[in-house]
């Protein structure tokens, strides 16, 4: 049976090969996606996120999310990701509509009406799963896990020590770190090494049209280069539910720093128990490459 997950997401052009991969991955089973600002704004991403279901003519409801953090003003990286979020491939236009209701209700409505708890897979800011759990906290226990593509044990990518994910909204994710959710995180330990090769990248168009598609999506997409290969971030957070193997993970305390004036959105890892704290997140600390690679591979071959 497929696993049952909703995708929370902000494309982004590797949200939108991770969307790709949950799509036709068989093991899973996306039920719906909820988008949120952080790449670029959440009309943006929204519309990004429909233009792609419609290019697969894939029957997936969307409910659009928050438009701001929770306590911060909107910050973007249209620079990695151009001005649309989704730049460079001539999406056709369409009527597909959101659902008329927001993200949190959306998400609501899918747990409770769920037979089995669902995972949630997280790949933009955390900002919609902090509200959900704000708003609607009897829904914990129809959350399977949460997975996450955020943070790093390391350096981070937006500032110096905070990923892009998670210093957009430190508040959002200082929750939803605290809130006692079975949390796997994919962080930058493992997104960073999560890289497809210039061989793989320019063999892209002939593979099929989802190939065709992300190849011209890659080819403005700014997290490494296509001479040298591109980091796929989120994809890790779907490749992670698909092949678990593939990841090393380690228990730890996961703290994010809210306040520090250099460090917020830092999240502050605690791989050797100094603080002695029950672990309350499983941190992906290392990634079978060629594992990966080959999956990938494998996946977007089953797309159209
Ligand atoms: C994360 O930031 C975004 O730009 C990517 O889509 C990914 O979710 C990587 O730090
Ligand atoms: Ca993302």
């Not at 519309?47 to 792609?52: D, E």
């Not at 894939?58 to 909107?74: F, K």
């Not at 491939?89 to 369409?94: A, I, L, R, S």
């Not at 320019?202 to 999506?217: D, F, W, Y």
Request: hydrophobic share 45%.
């Amino acid at each position: 049976m497929p696993l049952p997950i909703i995708l929370d997401t902000d494309p982004g052009i590797d949200d939108a090969a991770a969307i790709a991969a949950a799509l036709f991955s068989p093991a899973l089973d996306l039920q719906l996606i909820t988008t949120v600002a952080g790449n670029v704004s959440v009309e943006k991403t929204t519309r990004n996120a429909l233009q792609l279901l419609h290019f697969w003519q894939a029957d997936v409801p969307v409910a659009q999310g928050a438009s701001t953090p929770l306590l911060r003003p909107a910050r973007d990286a249209a620079y990695v990701h151009g001005e649309s979020g989704m730049e460079g491939y001539p999406f056709v236009e369409h009527r597909r509509q959101t659902l008329d209701k927001p993200a949190l209700l959306a998400i609501r409505d899918a747990l409770i009406n769920a037979p089995e708890p669902v995972t949630l897979v997280a790949i933009g800011p955390l900002t919609n799963i902090a509200l959900l759990l704000i708003q609607y906290p009897a829904c914990r226990e129809k959350i399977r896990r949460l997975v996450i593509m955020g943070g790093s044990a390391g350096r981070g990518n937006f500032t110096p020590t905070g990923e892009f994910n998670i210093a957009i909204d430190p508040e959002a994710a200082a929750r939803v770190f605290a809130s006692g959710l079975e949390i796997v995180m994919c962080g930058l330990d493992v997104t960073n090494k999560a890289v497809l090769a210039p061989e793989f990248l320019a063999s892209l168009p002939g593979l099929n049209r989802t190939g065709k598609m992300l190849h011209a999506l890659f080819s403005h997409y700014r997290s490494g280069s296509m001479s040298t290969g591109l980091r796929m971030h989120d994809l890790c957070a779907i490749a992670w539910l698909a092949r678990p193997e593939l990841f090393t993970l380690k228990p730890c305390f996961v703290a994010v720093e809210t306040e520090g004036r250099w460090t917020a959105g830092t999240t502050v890892v605690d791989i050797d128990g100094r603080y002695e704290q029950p672990a309350n997140v499983q941190v992906a600390l290392d990634l079978d490459v060629e594992g990966f690679r080959g999956w990938v591979a494998e996946v977007l071959a089953l797309a159209p």
